[in-house]
Structures are given as structure tokens and as C-alpha cells.
């Protein structure tokens, strides 16, 4: 029993010490934070746009942005048989929500004919298997006033537009989720 538990913890110091940490301020205000243990990398940041969804910029939109840097955030954690990113970016435009919606509506079609509208945000999935099923509206809850989703892909691997206005312009943000396990695929 004595030699088991020194075991595990000779493996527990060891996992610690393999640990590093790394912090990055760009000169834009930009932070990353990346940490690596022996098992798994996790990378944070704020430095990331449209590109980094997938999706277009619209044109004349800017970020929206606050002092502590909410409404950005690049979030990756992997290792060599499963990965999540997370990319989520919010931005502010004087046209109408409708103009946004349309021009979003036709840029998600380059991931699938099927751009789904959904006033009451999506479904969430419980099963981890997802890759065969689709991603669905949420029929529960209120809609926001004025706020719509519109959503292509599966469950592990999708595209989000949320647009609501934002007094006499719009408010949208754009969302890139890619879940992988059980292949060594990268992200």
C-alpha cells in the first residue's frame, strides 16, 4: 500500500514539474496565457477576430470592447486524442439588425445549406456522441426582443451569428465551437 501511494505521488510531482506556464500582453492590449502539463495544452486569449469563427467581417463593424476585455476570447485545450476550441468575438454596428442578419445568413451557407434562425437561442446537447445529429433550436424559454441566432453545423463542430439590437444599430456576436476526441486530428 506504502509503495503504491509513493508511486502515485513520484507521478503527481512529476506531472507538476512538467508544468509551464506563459503569459503575453501584445502591444493592442491582447492577452494569451498558455499552459502545458504532460498531458494537455490549454491556450487563452483575447487576440482573435472574425477570421478566427470562420466567418467574414462585416463590413464597417468594430469590436465592442470594455476594460476588462469580455467580449473576445480564443479558448483551446488539447492533447493527442481530444480537443475543444471555443473562438467568440462581439461587435457593434450602426446598420440594422436585419442587414447584419442577411449578410451573416448568406456567409454561413459556406458551411451548410441549412442555416437554422432560432429566436430562442439553441438547444444544448447531453449526449457525447454527437457528430450524426444536428443542431437544433430551443422550442423552451423566452426570445429576447428583437434577438436572433442563426446557426449551421453538428453539435461538435458549429457556427454561430447572435444579433439583437443595440439602440439604433446592432450588436452580434459570432461563435466558432469545434469539439474533437478519440482521433489525433488538430484543430
Same mark, same amino acid.
Given at each position: 500500500?506504502?509503495?503504491?501511494l509513493?508511486?502515485? !505521488?513520484?507521478?503527481?510531482?512529476?506531472a507538476?514539474?512538467?508544468?509551464?506556464v506563459?503569459?503575453?500582453?501584445?502591444t493592442?492590449?491582447?492577452k494569451k496565457?498558455?499552459?502545458?502539463?504532460p498531458?494537455?495544452n490549454?491556450?487563452v486569449?483575447?487576440?482573435?477576430?472574425?477570421r478566427?469563427?470562420?466567418?467574414?467581417?462585416y +463590413?464597417?463593424?468594430? +469590436?465592442k470592447?470594455?476594460?476588462n476585455?469580455k467580449?473576445?476570447?480564443?479558448v483551446?485545450?488539447?492533447?493527442?486524442?481530444?480537443?475543444?476550441?471555443?473562438?467568440a468575438?462581439?461587435?457593434?454596428?450602426d @446598420? +440594422? +439588425?436585419?442587414?447584419?442578419i442577411d449578410?451573416?445568413?448568406?456567409d454561413?451557407?459556406?458551411?451548410?445549406?441549412k442555416?437554422?434562425?432560432?429566436?430562442k437561442?439553441?438547444?444544448e446537447?447531453?449526449?457525447? &456522441?454527437? @457528430?450524426?445529429?444536428?443542431?437544433r433550436?430551443?422550442?423552451?424559454g &423566452?426570445?429576447?426582443d428583437?434577438?436572433?441566432? !442563426?446557426?449551421?453545423g453538428i453539435p461538435?463542430?458549429?457556427?454561430v451569428?447572435?444579433?439583437?439590437?443595440n439602440?439604433?444599430g446592432t450588436?452580434?456576436?459570432?461563435?466558432?465551437v469545434?469539439?474533437?476526441g478519440?482521433?489525433k486530428?488538430?484543430m
Amino acid at each position: 500500500m506504502k509503495s503504491k501511494l509513493a508511486i502515485i !505521488l513520484i507521478a503527481a510531482l512529476a506531472a507538476l514539474t512538467a508544468c509551464s506556464v506563459s503569459e503575453q500582453k501584445g502591444t493592442d492590449g491582447n492577452k494569451k496565457v498558455e499552459v502545458k502539463v504532460p498531458f494537455a495544452n490549454i491556450k487563452v486569449g483575447t487576440d482573435t477576430d472574425a477570421r478566427d469563427t470562420g466567418l467574414s467581417s462585416y +463590413p464597417g463593424a468594430q +469590436p465592442k470592447t470594455d476594460e476588462n476585455d469580455k467580449h473576445r476570447a480564443n479558448v483551446q485545450i488539447g492533447g493527442e486524442n481530444f480537443g475543444v476550441k471555443v473562438v467568440a468575438v462581439t461587435f457593434v454596428s450602426d @446598420d +440594422p +439588425p436585419q442587414k447584419v442578419i442577411d449578410f451573416y445568413r448568406k456567409d454561413l451557407k459556406k458551411f451548410g445549406d441549412k442555416v437554422l434562425e432560432c429566436p430562442k437561442g439553441l438547444t444544448e446537447s447531453h449526449s457525447s &456522441h454527437d @457528430d450524426d445529429k444536428e443542431i437544433r433550436c430551443s422550442d423552451s424559454g &423566452h426570445a429576447e426582443d428583437g434577438k436572433l441566432d !442563426l446557426a449551421v453545423g453538428i453539435p461538435s463542430r458549429q457556427h454561430v451569428v447572435s444579433v439583437k439590437p443595440n439602440g439604433k444599430g446592432t450588436e452580434f456576436s459570432l461563435v466558432y465551437v469545434n469539439v474533437k476526441g478519440g482521433d489525433k486530428e488538430t484543430m
